[in-house]
């Protein structure tokens, strides 16, 4: 074993059998481990969402109560919206694969490039907000460490997500716990010691809502309610976390994704509408060296040593949820991308799995892309969260959308009960689209521009890749259809590969034609040199064959079926020929173990694999195909034996 096997084993972990019967057991998470790894999004959005709502009130703080109300029933109405999208789509993929199969591809395009902005926002913004906690409790001489401290802490995740899901959500888990353990308990506590003010404060609001009415008007007064409404939008970020991952989730996954997302709406509910209840009850007052949070607490705890000791716990517990929050951007992200990988929208590269069943191209893309936009903002989180409260929201209201089209169009497939999901899903989608249109005008000029411009590079990019990979689907395809030979009888005594004579072992890809082309190409250039003809070749386990054990076997057969095939052609016309697959996430990797098994089995024998040569070829189809017979050469001559790339023009 390799210094560098062993250094990947120690920090990333040993690598996993997607085959093994425990695997999906090992990997899965149940109802608990899917509220801390995809729900902390959302409940550190309440760190700061309704802060900025009950801000915006000014001077008239007792409409704050129409707000909480409204967050709380907004947060139920868009989880349970949700769960309609968890019903209908049990393989995950959430709003990405809503928009696409109900509205169509190009929307789903545009609800996917709205994701994977706001998963890598999550990461940044959490992370930027994580640090402004801790580095408040610090003398100001370490301020100018705080960005390096930010990439050291983004590295830190990325390492720790190539451990897997599971492993990173354990290790997070105890910050999560005592988050809501310590909130909850202060919640609870701050209420009931200021419980008689309760009984006051719905008839001073009432009272304030009439003279407000009477003094500016019902408009400005509905105007004002719903300006500081939208202003904590970001509240809601993170509850479409859920319906993505439905597919890491353990079985049942569709009673486990609804109890995760009641999980997380009560929780978050509860945590948004109770800050701003305390902000009521305890006459909080903005402040610019301590969050209102902050402010709040402090008045509950008191100037005892004791209390200052809670309160700096308290913090520093809501500092570390912000970074659990960051985790879920690399949890939730790499998967919306992997699903655009499936439908060619990004490079198919993304599709794949690393050794621990990771995501490990797309954690690596969100964790680099995260740092830059951290490094370009210096860390600004009021900046960022501009760009951050935006694009969750066009999601929201494009899944919401598709929900409303599905039951219209399929109300006679549908339950009895078909209409009351109609009403609630166009009453959801007016909701989430007026919220998406108020935050819009509000904040385009201060910063949201810079999300919609993000956007729109991000949508034009993906349209330049589908392109490309539609007219390469296109020539395969003919490829295929040409180069494919049939095979007209079966050879009932085929001839038996001798294991001294000279060997041609040919790779196969998933294209036939391209296979068949290397098999003619040696039979031409090699005219009966060669005696036998060994097939080989890697079933790669990637998000799409890893969905589940049915994919999987399906993946096997297609692979073995394929195989066969060109063993029955060679033996119709008397040549011995044989193969070999196997099947795991590292295609390299595996083609070597088979290389060196071949090898010792045909000790005279050469390797051929065709390469496809683009007529413009550049860094743009480099990126888009593998380069996997270029690699595969490297790693055989490295151990001494010969691979031939044959050249083969598309």
């Not at 659990?324 to 699903?339: E, H, K, M, T």
């Not at 057969?557 to 008397?574: M, S």
Request: overall charge neutral; some cysteine; charged content about 15%.
């Amino acid at each position: 074993m390799s210094i560098f096997t062993k250094l990947r084993d120690f920090f990333i972990g040993v690598p996993l059998n997607p085959f093994s019967p425990n695997i999906t057991r090992h990997i899965s998470l149940v109802a608990l481990l899917a509220w801390v790894g995809l729900g902390a999004d959302g409940l550190s959005s309440s760190c700061y969402g309704p802060e900025e709502a009950f801000i915006a009130l000014g001077s008239h703080t007792h409409l704050a109560l129409y707000i909480a109300v409204a967050i709380a029933i907004t947060v139920f109405i868009i989880s349970l919206g949700y769960n309609q999208v968890i019903e209908l789509f049990p393989s995950g993929g959430g709003g990405y694969k809503v928009a696409t199969q109900l509205l169509g591809p190009y929307v789903g395009l545009v609800s996917g490039a709205a994701l994977l902005i706001d998963y890598v926002l999550t990461i940044a913004v959490s992370t930027a907000s994580g640090m402004d906690a801790v580095f408040s409790f610090l003398p100001q001489k370490f301020l100018p460490f705080k960005l390096i401290t930010e990439s050291l802490f983004l590295i830190f995740l990325i390492v720790l997500n190539m451990r897997g899901m599971k492993e990173s959500i354990k290790v997070l888990l105890p910050i999560f716990l005592g988050f809501v353990i310590l909130h909850f308990g202060l919640i609870l506590y701050g209420i009931a010691a200021h419980s008689k003010g309760l009984t006051t404060i719905i008839p001073e609001t009432v009272i304030e809502t009439q003279g407000l009415a009477t003094a500016i008007g019902l408009l400005p007064l509905l105007g004002l309610m719903l300006h500081a409404y939208s202003l904590g939008a970001g509240t809601y970020t993170g509850l479409e976390g859920v319906s993505n991952n439905v597919n890491v989730l353990s079985e049942p996954r569709v009673k486990t994704g609804k109890l995760t997302m009641l999980y997380m709406a009560i929780s978050l509910s509860f945590t948004a509408g109770g800050f701003i209840l305390l902000y009521l009850l305890w006459n909080a007052k903005p402040s610019e060296e301590m969050t209102l949070n902050a402010v709040v607490f402090h008045s509950i705890l008191g100037d005892s040593m004791a209390g200052k000791i809670l309160l700096l716990v308290t913090l520093a517990f809501e500092a570390g949820l912000l970074f659990v929050a960051a985790n879920s951007g690399f949890l939730a992200g790499p998967r919306v991308l992997a699903n655009m990988a499936i439908d060619s929208w990004v490079p198919n590269r993304f599709r794949h799995l690393s050794s621990r069943l990771v995501i490990q191209n797309g954690v690596i893309l969100f964790g680099i892309t995260a740092l830059i936009i951290l490094v370009w903002s210096q860390g600004e989180v009021s900046w960022l969260v501009i760009l951050y409260s935006i694009n969750v929201f066009v999601t929201f209201s494009l899944s919401l959308l598709g929900l409303s089209v599905y039951w219209a169009t399929h109300r006679k497939n549908a339950s009895k009960r078909w209409y009351w999901r109609l009403a609630f899903s166009a009453f959801a989608f007016l909701i989430t689209s007026s919220i998406l249109c108020v935050t819009l005008t509000l904040k385009f000029e201060s910063g949201g521009w810079v999300t919609v411009l993000i956007t729109l590079t991000v949508i034009c990019i993906c349209l330049i890749i589908k392109r490309h990979y539609q007219s390469f689907s296109l020539k395969t395809k003919a490829l295929d259809e040409q180069l494919k030979q049939p095979i007209v009888t079966k050879n009932p005594h085929p001839p038996a590969p001798d294991h001294g004579a000279p060997t041609a072992v040919i790779l196969v890809g998933k294209s036939m034609g391209v296979s068949m082309h290397t098999l003619l190409s040696v039979l031409r250039i090699f005219p009966r040199y060669f005696k036998n003809f060994i097939f080989v070749s890697v079933g790669s386990v990637d998000v799409e064959s890893f969905s589940g054990r049915e994919t999987l076997e399906a993946m096997r057969d297609e692979v073995t079926e394929t195989l066969q095939y060109f063993v029955e052609y060679c033996q119709q016309y008397d040549m011995a020929a044989d193969s070999y697959a196997a099947f795991g996430t590292d295609t390299v990797s595996k083609l070597t173990e088979l290389a060196e098994k071949v090898s010792e089995i045909y000790p005279h024998s050469i390797f051929f694999a065709s390469k496809l040569i683009f007529e413009n070829d550049n860094w743009f189809t480099r990126i888009l195909h593998n380069e996997t017979p270029t690699t595969l050469q490297r790693f055989l001559h490295l151990q001494g034996k010969e691979l031939m790339i044959l050249p083969m023009k598309i």
